[in-house]
């Protein structure tokens, strides 16, 4: 004789035997639904208490609550409170730090500002401030900056990537200029990292932009991370295709120091993004707002201005940490770029 046992049947032989039988689901009325719901209010009663008393299933489907966060209720301590209802009623100490950080940087947004005080709030040992409480209460004392208009996207497509995971693998370069008060134009030039965003180098002339000029902010790129060694492995400088950086003098002198150039393609300055993102950022943030009387002033304050970007201008590629900030954390934590930009 042969035994099989299948979902529901036993086989003997030829012969169907049922064991288990059909299934049958009990329906509660509504009135019965009404009564757990009642029950669940009722003094000294809670959502916990009455699902303990019948199926979590049941309970879920009357309260209209999902099985996972019944769970989560069952399993709450006595002292448990609800942190969303706890909010800080008193804003005046937040509100006098915002003040302070826009009152030296009224260029910042929300995000920035929230950045710099969480960063205070580190130095300090206290608890950071939420970004979500800083944009409140930036919101409720009209210290937001206004919308800008939405720029129609460019018909060209830009597929490529101008940011790299590891420092010293692309540098990219570029120039500005700006006029002083009484009239003198400053030209300046700078080296960017692809990576933890460095302002590496930079160099300022009342002049034009000459390849002399380039090759002395690749010089000060390269003894900024190698000192004075060379680079190991060939790293690339991007730049776009002015006549300084196209210059033979230009590119021969930079492989003499290591680097690679590369140019952007013709009236493409998405491909050199990050330099072009680095010049509206010094002119909105700094440039703006520091006094440039004359030539000799203004390139001294455009020297704290770059030693500002670097140490503590929050950058939101970074996790909104300065490029320095990003560098120590990653040099602490003896972690690579990729994953120091996770934590």
């Not at 920035?112 to 709030?121: E, N, S, T």
């Amino acid at each position: 004789m042969i035994v099989l046992i299948l979902v529901s049947r036993l086989v003997i032989g030829e012969q169907m035997i049922d064991v288990l039988g059909p299934e049958k689901r009990r329906r509660r009325t509504t009135q019965e639904k009404i009564a757990i719901v009642q029950q669940s209010f009722e003094p000294g009663m809670t959502v916990s208490l009455v699902a303990r008393g019948w199926g979590v299933s049941l309970v879920s489907r009357c309260l209209r609550v999902s099985r996972a966060q019944l769970h989560v209720i069952l399993r709450r301590t006595d002292d448990w409170k609800d942190g969303r209802r706890s909010r800080h009623s008193d804003d005046t100490d937040v509100l006098l730090r915002i003040h302070h950080v826009i009152g030296e940087l009224p260029t910042y947004g929300y995000r920035r500002v929230w950045a710099l005080l969480r960063r205070q709030a580190e130095l300090d040992g206290m608890p950071a401030i939420n970004a979500k409480r800083v944009y409140r209460i930036m919101r409720q004392n009209a210290l937001l900056l206004e919308r800008k208009t939405a720029v129609p996207p460019s018909k060209r497509a830009h597929t490529g990537k101008v940011a790299v995971k590891e420092s010293n693998q692309r540098w990219c370069s570029d120039g500005f200029e700006f006029r002083c008060d009484n009239g003198e134009k400053l030209r300046v030039t700078f080296a960017l990292d692809c990576c933890d965003r460095e302002a590496l180098h930079w160099a300022v002339t009342t002049g034009g932009f000459d390849s002399e000029t380039v090759q002395d902010v690749m010089l000060g790129a390269v003894e900024r991370r190698f000192g004075s060694e060379l680079p190991t492995s060939p790293v690339e400088w991007l730049t776009d295709n002015g006549s300084c950086y196209r210059a033979n003098e230009t590119r021969q002198f930079a492989r003499m120091l290591g680097l690679e150039p590369k140019n952007t393609a013709v009236r493409s300055p998405e491909s050199n993004g990050i330099a072009e993102s680095f010049v509206k950022t010094i002119k909105r943030d700094y440039i703006s707002i520091m006094p440039k009387p004359d030539g000799l002033t203004a390139a001294k304050n455009l020297a704290e201005a770059f030693e500002h970007y670097n140490e503590w201008h929050p950058h939101s590629a970074l996790g909104y940490r300065s490029p320095r900030e990003y560098l120590r954390q990653r040099a602490s934590n003896g972690l690579s770029d990729n994953r120091c930009l996770e934590i």
